[in-house]
């Protein structure tokens, strides 16, 4: 834990920050940690969460990922760039075009790797973006309602490795914190509170400002329109993919 409290924000019991540094600040004493990484592990895994598919995180790309693959007899979703018809990779329209596997080892930089790091840590690890926002708020309602709440904006990275605060998961996250404080949930700290007005300024109009958001005219140019549209199918899904032994498995299955 960080020496200032202030940074661990542990005098909230809703919190936010961003990636795999935030995270580790503001992670101990909480109930749920909740991971958003809109474009696109978080919205990829609620696309195989409503296929009926259970994923496994993996930090890697490597034969460790093999080696996961192995390990929980799954299918390993291949990189963006090598997907073939009916391969699957981190493009969530991958998943709606291939066959169905019971397991998928799902590899990510950002998303992935932060809920790998925080299986141990957590009380319970969460994948949430727009498209299931409020059925993770509605499910940590009924299930815990005085949980102490970590919310992480995954961020991008920069080619040098370092954080990219990516603003489509500020919105993602802010929609979950949105709906816990419509739902009246007390406690928020300053940053958890300005994410929720993020949201709230785009939300009408999200699908516009994901195509125009960095992220998403990156992913346009690489090809992927399709991972830009499915992320802004806000409210579409009522999956809530909870981290169990090192899978995400639908808690509402």
Same mark, same amino acid.
């Given at each position: 834990?960080?020496a200032?409290?202030?940074?661990?924000?542990?005098?909230?019991?809703?919190?936010?920050?961003?990636?795999?540094?935030?995270?580790?600040a503001? /992670?101990?004493?909480?109930?749920? $940690? +909740?991971? /958003?990484?809109?474009?696109?592990?978080?919205?990829?895994?609620?696309?195989?969460?409503? $296929?009926? !598919?259970?994923? @496994? %995180?993996?930090?890697?790309?490597?034969?460790r &990922?093999?080696?996961?693959? =192995?390990?929980?007899?799954?299918?390993?979703?291949?990189?963006?760039?090598?997907?073939?018809?009916?391969?699957?990779?981190?493009? %969530?329209?991958? !998943?709606?075009?291939?066959?169905?596997?019971?397991?998928?080892?799902?590899?990510?930089?950002?998303?992935?790797? @932060?809920?790998?790091?925080?299986?141990?840590?957590?009380?319970?690890c969460?994948?949430?973006?727009?498209?299931?926002? *409020? $059925?993770?708020?509605?499910?940590?309602?009924? =299930?815990?309602?005085? &949980?102490?709440? *970590?919310?992480?904006?995954?961020?991008?990275?920069?080619?040098?490795?370092?954080?990219?605060?990516? /603003?489509e998961?500020?919105?993602?996250?802010?929609?979950?914190? $949105? =709906?816990?404080?419509?739902?009246?949930?007390?406690?928020?700290?300053?940053?958890?509170?300005?994410?929720?007005? &993020?949201?709230? #300024?785009?939300?009408?109009?999200?699908?516009? =400002?994901?195509?125009?958001? #960095?992220?998403?005219?990156?992913?346009?140019?690489?090809?992927?329109?399709?991972?830009?549209?499915?992320?802004?199918?806000?409210?579409?899904?009522?999956? /809530?993919?909870?981290?169990?032994?090192?899978?995400? +498995?639908?808690?509402?299955?």
């Amino acid at each position: 834990m960080p020496a200032d409290p202030g940074m661990s924000q542990s005098a909230y019991g809703l919190r936010f920050d961003w990636g795999s540094t935030g995270a580790d600040a503001i /992670v101990d004493g909480a109930d749920i $940690a +909740v991971i /958003v990484d809109v474009l696109s592990f978080t919205t990829t895994l609620t696309v195989a969460m409503d $296929a009926g !598919i259970d994923v @496994i %995180p993996s930090r890697w790309r490597d034969d460790r &990922a093999v080696q996961l693959a =192995e390990q929980f007899d799954a299918a390993l979703a291949v990189g963006r760039s090598a997907a073939a018809p009916g391969h699957i990779s981190l493009c %969530p329209a991958t !998943i709606r075009n291939a066959p169905a596997p019971a397991r998928l080892v799902l590899p990510s930089p950002n998303g992935s790797t @932060i809920a790998h790091e925080l299986a141990s840590r957590a009380g319970l690890c969460v994948g949430a973006s727009l498209r299931n926002a *409020a $059925a993770v708020a509605t499910w940590i309602r009924a =299930e815990n309602p005085t &949980a102490v709440i *970590a919310v992480i904006a995954s961020g991008e990275r920069w080619p040098d490795a370092s954080l990219r605060p990516a /603003v489509e998961d500020l919105w993602g996250a802010g929609a979950v914190i $949105a =709906e816990l404080l419509d739902s009246n949930v007390a406690g928020a700290s300053p940053e958890a509170v300005t994410a929720a007005a &993020a949201w709230r #300024a785009v939300h009408n109009d999200v699908s516009s =400002e994901l195509h125009r958001c #960095a992220s998403g005219r990156e992913l346009e140019a690489m090809g992927h329109p399709e991972d830009v549209a499915i992320a802004a199918e806000t409210g579409s899904s009522s999956c /809530v993919p909870v981290l169990r032994d090192g899978v995400f +498995v639908d808690a509402t299955r």
